[in-house]
Antibody, heavy 124, light 108 residues
Framework: QLQLQESGPGLVKPSETLSLTCTVS??????????WGWIRQPPGKGLEWIGSTYYSGNTYYNPSLKSRVSISVDTSKIQFSLKVTSVTAADTAVYYC????????????????WGQGTLVTVSS | EIVMTQSPATLSVSPGERVTLSCRAS??????LAWYQQKPGQAPRLLIYGATTRATGIPARFSGSGSGTEFTLTISSLQSEDFAVYYC??????????FGQGTKVEIK
């Protein structure tokens, strides 16, 4: 059974770098139809897509966060990671990792699987 | 960037009522539109993809319609477990998705 588990510090100081890892178990990270993404949700607010990556290393970022975000994948560890630099209180959120199933522009099929999420607080 | 706008922000409904939620895209997403349900403390759950196709295990009281820029999620008879926040999400650019701001369905 597929499981995604986020891990990383729950508290980050302002101006520092937020680093999270998503460990995938029960499934392959290298399938051609899978994309791996990060989504966040500030307390009491809506969902914000941060970015997505493919096992080959191709990445896609939210334009509003692109200058501060990087996502990488480690196929040998079956993990993918998120880094957000120069964090402020506005980056306080529950961070979710997710697997997206997308077959390409010719298909409307979509499926996903989410981790349980991890709360990251930015505070001194 | 495609902007998704949902309305209304909050809907007060009694159990058993029919509910209609709206989602508008700033440009055409064809039918690459998904709907999610989120309950407090939980990750979002996929309800609908392809604008109209129910995801695995989703009850038939949930239905989606629309194409292009205008979409609707309908719950035919609201059950107690359906009180939640609902989000639309476009995936016309594949894994570069955007979400609407959500509609909260609360008990009247």
């Amino acid at each position: 059974q597929l499981q995604l588990q986020e891990s990383g510090p729950g508290l980050v100081k302002p101006s520092e770098t937020l680093s999270l890892t998503c460990t995938v178990s029960g499934g392959s990270i290298s399938s051609s139809s899978y994309y791996w993404g990060w989504i966040r949700q500030p307390p009491g607010k809506g969902l914000e897509w941060i970015g997505s990556t493919y096992y080959s290393g191709n990445t896609y970022y939210n334009p509003s966060l692109k200058s501060r975000v990087s996502i990488s994948v480690d196929t040998s560890k079956i993990q993918f990671s998120l880094k957000v630099t120069s964090v402020t209180a506005a980056d306080t959120a529950v961070y979710y990792c997710a697997r997206f199933v997308y077959y390409g522009s010719g298909s409307y099929y979509w499926d996903d699987y989410w981790g349980q999420g991890t709360l990251v607080t930015v505070s001194s | 960037e495609i902007v998704m706008t949902q309305s209304p922000a909050t809907l007060s409904v009694s159990p058993g009522e029919r509910v209609t939620l709206s989602c508008r895209a700033s440009q055409s997403v064809t039918i690459k539109l998904a709907w999610y349900q989120q309950k407090p403390g939980q990750a979002p759950r996929l309800l609908i993809y392809g604008a109209t196709t129910r995801a695995t295990g989703i009850p038939a009281r949930f239905s989606g319609s629309g194409s292009g820029t205008e979409f609707t999620l309908t719950i035919s008879s609201l059950q107690s477990e359906d009180f939640a926040v609902y989000y639309c999400q476009q995936y016309s650019n594949g894994p570069a998705v955007t979400f609407g701001q959500g509609t909260k369905v609360e008990i009247k």
